[in-house]
C-alpha cells in the first residue's frame, strides 16, 4: 500500500477551473494505476478518472473533455484537472492507487471541491 495526501480543492464559480494533486509516500513508477473518485452528499462514492503506469486514461462520461489526469512519476504525484466546472461536480474528491492490478488498496483522505457562484 501507498500513502496518498490530496490537497487543491476548493471554492471556484461555474466555469472555472482547479487542479487537484496527489502525492504519494513512495515511488509511483511500478503502481499499476492510480486514480480520482468523488463522492456527493447522500451519493455513491464514483469512478472520475484513471491512470495506468503505461498512461492510458478512463474518464466517467460525465466529466470527458472536461477534466484531464496526468501522473509525474518524477515527483510521485497524480494530477487532476478540472476545467468547466460544474455545480454537479461538488463533492469529496478522494486519490486512490491500485498497487498490483488487484483493485484499488489505497486511498487518500478526501479534498472538498465545491462549484457555487
Known amino acids: 500500500q501507498v500513502q496518498l495526501v490530496e490537497s487543491g480543492g476548493g471554492l471556484v464559480q461555474p466555469g472555472g477551473s482547479l487542479r487537484l494533486s496527489c502525492a504519494a509516500s513512495?515511488?509511483?513508477?511500478?503502481?499499476?494505476?492510480m486514480g480520482w473518485y468523488r463522492q456527493a452528499p447522500g451519493n455513491q462514492r464514483e469512478l472520475v478518472a484513471t491512470?495506468?503506469?503505461?498512461?492510458?486514461?478512463n474518464y466517467a462520461d460525465s466529466v470527458k473533455g472536461r477534466f484531464t489526469i496526468s501522473r509525474d512519476n518524477a515527483k510521485n504525484t497524480v494530477y487532476l484537472q478540472m476545467n468547466s466546472l460544474k455545480p454537479e461536480d461538488t463533492a469529496v474528491y478522494y486519490c486512490?492507487?491500485?498497487?498490483?492490478?488487484?483493485?484499488?488498496?489505497?486511498w487518500g483522505q478526501g479534498t472538498q471541491v465545491t462549484v457555487s457562484s
Open positions: 491512470i495506468t503506469t503505461g498512461g492510458s486514461t
Open positions: 513512495r515511488s509511483i513508477f511500478s503502481i499499476y494505476a
Open positions: 486512490t492507487a491500485d498497487s498490483r492490478g488487484l483493485g484499488f488498496d489505497s
